[in-house]
């Protein structure tokens, strides 16, 4: 009886596009699931797409300036702390070992988004803005706002409200898990009340975010 791994190689053989939704049909070769599928009862499974394209030298540039700056965070060889940190990716999101000279787009953009999150969490100082070293903007700001970082420069941060709460609310009884957000440090916090929302989110390249799974009014 063959076992599903997290992760499984498939082919598309055809695509429809119908109103309630997409149909596939996909073909995992050389591999014969269905009694595993039925024996565990699988109804939902996860589908990435892989558009064939490798690497590129900005995400290479990114990461490698990541894993340099951890390196010397850590006290490691910035070798041996690639192989880790490939490694607490493989453990995080069940892909297969990769190499950052031909892995797809798509694996780097998610290793990017690993070592970042570690660098956030751990307090990595970053030789530039972490801003600058994202390749998936989205998941960068949802990171800051969990971690309480500020988005614009890394350091310790506090949520700002993009939507404004409002005169005469009371910020200790309102939800606000509807509103858009950023974590930023004081000085950042400070800058965006002065410039107001457009001229800041035009000037840093940021912009609020809806996060539902934080606790309101945080």
């Not at 700056?69 to 041996?80: A, F, N, R, V």
Request: proline residues 2%; charged residues 30%.
């Amino acid at each position: 009886m063959e076992e599903i791994k997290m992760y499984q190689h498939v082919k598309m053989e055809s695509v429809k596009d119908e109103p309630e939704g997409t149909y596939l049909l996909i073909k995992i070769p050389d591999k014969h699931l269905s009694e595993t599928i039925f024996r565990k009862r699988i109804r939902d499974a996860e589908l990435r797409f892989d558009d064939g394209r490798t690497i590129t030298a900005e995400q290479r540039k990114k990461a490698y300036a990541t894993i340099r700056d951890i390196s010397e965070h850590t006290g490691y060889l910035p070798e041996e702390q690639k192989e880790w940190l490939k490694y607490l990716h493989i453990i995080k999101t069940g892909c297969d070992y990769f190499s950052l000279s031909s892995c797809s787009v798509d694996t780097a953009r998610e290793f990017i988004n690993t070592i970042l999150e570690y660098a956030l969490e751990n307090g990595v100082p970053l030789s530039d803005f972490a801003i600058d070293r994202t390749d998936d903007i989205g998941k960068y700001l949802y990171f800051c706002i969990m971690h309480k970082k500020c988005c614009i420069c890394g350091r310790d941060g506090e949520i700002h409200h993009v939507d404004t709460i409002g005169m005469g609310n009371n910020r200790g009884h309102l939800d606000d898990s509807g509103f858009r957000k950023m974590c930023l440090c004081r000085e950042h916090h400070t800058i965006a009340h002065q410039m107001g929302v457009q001229r800041f989110t035009a000037m840093y390249k940021v912009y609020g975010i809806v996060v539902k799974d934080l606790a309101p009014n945080n």
